[in-house]
């Protein structure tokens, strides 16, 4: 499964780590050492992921981030940050983030995870015309789209794994952990909030009014449920 990487690292020695393991596995790399070029080269080489270090310089990661998600919900962004609270990694996910990774951290699991990301976003054989249907909202997992109302709604690869669970199974209550498994696996870093806030962008996406909900429902003590609406 080769894949075209763009590496955002200010730090040229690790960078060129990252760099020699995608290449390692198959994968094209390009590094940049700032914001603003990670900015700049993703918009002329449209990646297929971005490996994204938090704090760069010129233009930071969340910047970056939140630049990139707005022009394209498609990109698969892996961000990397010495910062490990809570909130961080909330913030980064809200922006569009698709997982995040705490330094300092091994090569291997940094390509674990990139290999994990790749897989879900690429679907491939056998499924090609599955459309899933929970009322207006239709869910096509080998074209990544979802719509509502006929209208098309744009998700990240993290909220579309979540949705995609969901409508496999309409009614069906999923707790925080069952669905943490269609985002990000089971990585010591990511925590069961990190649904809560996938939760609440989709609802901003598929929802008449995200404050009262009548698609992805809350089951209080439980998760959370897709229904028809």
């Known amino acids: 499964m080769c894949a075209h990487v763009l590496v955002a690292e ?27 070029a990670a900015i700049d080269q993703a918009r002329r080489l449209r ?5 994204l270090d938090l704090m760069m310089p010129v233009v930071d990661g969340l910047d970056v981030c ?18 490990s609270s809570e909130e961080d990694l909330l913030l980064g996910l809200d922006l569009g983030a698709d997982d995040y ?16 990301l790749l897989r879900r976003t690429r679907r491939t054989g056998g499924a090609d015309d599955l459309v899933l249907r929970v009322g207006d909202l239709t869910v096509e997992p080998a074209r990544h789209q979802v719509r509502v109302g006929g209208r098309e709604v744009e998700c990240t690869p ?19 952990r069952q669905l943490l498994a269609h985002t990000h696996g089971s990585s010591p870093y990511i925590t069961e909030r990190t ?9 901003k996406k598929i929802e008449p009014d995200p404050r009262r909900p009548v698609r992805l429902m809350t089951v209080f003590g439980i998760g959370y449920k897709l229904t028809g609406g």
């Open 195 to 203: 649904v809560d806030v996938h939760v609440l962008n989709l609802r």
């Open 158 to 176: 993290g909220e579309f794994g979540i949705l995609a669970a969901m409508a496999e199974q309409p009614d069906r209550v999923f707790t925080r």
């Open 10 to 36: 200010d730090d040229t020695k690790q960078a060129e780590v990252i760099r020699r393991y995608l290449e390692r596995e198959g994968h094209t790399a390009v590094v940049v050492h700032d914001g603003r």
């Open 47 to 51: 990646p297929d992921l971005l490996v």
């Open 66 to 83: 939140r630049v990139l998600r707005r022009e394209s919900e498609e990109l698969v962004v892996l961000m990397l940050t010495a910062r």
């Open 101 to 116: 990774l705490t330094k300092p951290y091994s090569p291997r699991e940094l390509m674990a995870r990139i290999r994990t």
